[in-house]
């Protein structure tokens, strides 16, 4: 697989023919596992890299699912300068983090591989959650042809030179369930199964976050690539979970939100969502409900329940029977990230951390997956 230098990887002549049924290439039940001799005798370390970081909570996950075993936290990457030092702050063992994953030289991905095929029985594990703003409906919707929705492409050079036994992706749903991007998400799993000369068995998902824990709807799509070579024994994608309600991740001693503090539209938003609630027979004093107040084509309400959280309307999240917002913390149990997970550097706001709540993976839903995924790679999991 060939680095591209401003363009997309280069496709083989039967890519055409290889992706017309690549919705599923491989689907969990269905992959074969290897015989338990070719995998190392023993305890394997760990490593584990991320791209498009923000506050990784891929390696919070692994650190539960470990429960105190240790782990290299080998490098990330994340390009926003303050997202950057609170990545570092929540993970001052990170070796290298790279600002930009999309320029890394020739020789720092040849370091990388060389390091890697120097420790090849370690067990290599990489998350990503590129860039999913233009396949979201709150975006442009250009796809590939947004530079952002070109950062898979560099993501997976940096993959098939350091071979990881397993791969988790995220994204929004409409990667792979809207028409628009169907012939590029089959590009991206064609490319994914193509590394290390078909190394990889791939299968994925659209798993809601809501059913997995937290009070807070979220459909992404899980992409998963496991080594052929390193599958010890079958995996599972993960029951769901019973919901849980709002209130269980809201705080009890926080002040009520003065009104006069709104800006304009917050507060318009704020009146409509309120009277549309009220046409409807709802207590919205009592009962719990959230409206999200910069909504730019009116406001969204969600029962007991957070809506989508986003990094631009992560700090706009009204409480309508706590009367106030959200708080930045509440934002981030709604993903499942407990306080003692994340550390705030000096001049940092908290509001930051809200902001890449809505940029990170649901800690449940990773924590759940890599607890039915490591074992099958041969480490050990906590039940």
Same mark, same amino acid.
């Given at each position: 697989?060939? /680095?591209?230098?401003?363009?997309?990887?280069?496709?083989?002549?039967?890519?055409?023919?290889?992706?017309?049924?690549?919705?599923?290439?491989?689907?969990?039940?269905?992959?074969?596992?290897?015989?338990?001799?070719?995998?190392?005798?023993?305890?394997?370390?760990?490593?584990?890299?991320?791209?498009?970081?923000?506050?990784?909570?891929?390696?919070?996950?692994?650190?539960?699912?470990?429960?105190?075993?240790?782990?290299?936290?080998?490098?990330?990457?994340? &390009?926003?300068?303050?997202?950057? !030092?609170?990545?570092?702050?929540?993970?001052?063992?990170?070796?290298?983090? @790279?600002?930009?994953?999309?320029?890394?030289?020739?020789?720092?991905?040849?370091?990388?591989?060389?390091?890697?095929? /120097?420790?090849?029985?370690?067990?290599?594990?990489?998350?990503?959650?590129?860039?999913?703003?233009?396949?979201?409906?709150?975006?442009?919707?250009?796809?590939?042809?947004?530079?952002?929705? !070109?950062?898979?492409?560099?993501?997976?050079?940096?993959?098939?030179? &350091? $071979?990881?036994?397993?791969?988790?992706?995220?994204?929004?749903?409409?990667?792979?369930?809207?028409?628009?991007?169907?012939?590029? @998400?089959?590009?991206? $799993?064609?490319?994914?199964?193509?590394?290390?000369?078909?190394?990889?068995?791939?299968?994925?998902?659209?798993?809601?976050?809501?059913?997995?824990?937290?009070?807070?709807? /979220?459909?992404?799509?899980?992409?998963?690539?496991?080594?052929?070579?390193?599958?010890?024994?079958?995996?599972?994608?993960?029951?769901?979970?019973?919901?849980?309600?709002?209130?269980?991740?809201?705080?009890?001693?926080?002040?009520?939100?003065?009104?006069?503090?709104?800006?304009?539209?917050?507060?318009?938003?704020?009146?409509?969502?309120?009277?549309?609630?009220?046409?409807?027979?709802?207590? @919205?004093?009592?009962?719990?409900?959230?409206?999200?107040?910069?909504?730019?084509?009116?406001?969204?309400?969600?029962?007991?329940?957070?809506?989508? &959280?986003?990094?631009?309307?992560?700090?706009? $999240?009204?409480?309508?029977?706590?009367?106030?917002?959200?708080?930045?913390?509440?934002?981030?149990?709604?993903?499942?990230?407990?306080?003692?997970?994340?550390?705030?550097?000096?001049?940092?706001?908290?509001?930051?951390?809200?902001?890449?709540?809505?940029?990170?993976?649901?800690?449940?839903?990773?924590?759940?997956?890599?607890?039915?995924?490591?074992?099958?790679?041969?480490?050990?999991?906590?039940?």
């Amino acid at each position: 697989m060939k /680095r591209p230098a401003a363009k997309p990887l280069a496709k083989s002549k039967g890519v055409k023919k290889d992706m017309e049924n690549v919705q599923r290439p491989h689907p969990s039940h269905a992959q074969l596992c290897v015989e338990p001799r070719l995998l190392p005798k023993g305890g394997r370390a760990v490593w584990y890299c991320s791209d498009c970081s923000g506050l990784d909570v891929g390696a919070m996950a692994l650190g539960r699912v470990l429960k105190g075993k240790g782990y290299r936290h080998w490098f990330a990457s994340e &390009i926003d300068n303050v997202f950057r !030092q609170v990545l570092k702050a929540c993970h001052p063992n990170i070796e290298k983090v @790279f600002a930009d994953c999309t320029k890394r030289s020739r020789t720092e991905l040849l370091e990388l591989k060389e390091e890697r095929q /120097r420790n090849p029985q370690a067990c290599l594990i990489e998350t990503s959650g590129f860039p999913c703003q233009s396949f979201s409906r709150q975006g442009k919707q250009e796809g590939s042809k947004d530079k952002r929705g !070109q950062v898979v492409y560099s993501e997976l050079n940096m993959l098939d030179a &350091i $071979l990881p036994d397993l791969i988790l992706m995220e994204n929004v749903k409409d990667l792979a369930t809207s028409a628009k991007y169907k012939e590029f @998400f089959a590009e991206v $799993l064609w490319l994914l199964q193509s590394i290390g000369r078909k190394a990889y068995y791939v299968d994925w998902k659209v798993i809601d976050s809501y059913s997995h824990g937290v009070p807070a709807t /979220r459909c992404r799509v899980y992409i998963i690539a496991v080594r052929k070579d390193r599958l010890k024994q079958p995996w599972q994608w993960p029951s769901e979970l019973p919901t849980v309600g709002l209130d269980a991740v809201l705080a009890s001693d926080v002040a009520k939100t003065k009104l006069d503090s709104l800006c304009t539209t917050h507060l318009k938003n704020l009146h409509d969502g309120m009277k549309q609630l009220k046409e409807k027979g709802i207590n @919205f004093r009592k009962d719990p409900w959230v409206l999200d107040l910069a909504g730019g084509f009116g406001v969204s309400c969600s029962q007991n329940k957070f809506p989508t &959280i986003t990094k631009s309307h992560s700090n706009s $999240l009204w409480l309508t029977h706590k009367e106030r917002y959200a708080t930045p913390y509440e934002v981030l149990r709604a993903q499942g990230i407990p306080a003692t997970c994340v550390a705030c550097p000096t001049g940092v706001s908290s509001k930051k951390l809200a902001e890449m709540a809505g940029n990170s993976f649901t800690l449940t839903v990773i924590e759940q997956l890599l607890k039915s995924l490591l074992p099958a790679i041969g480490v050990s999991a906590k039940k």
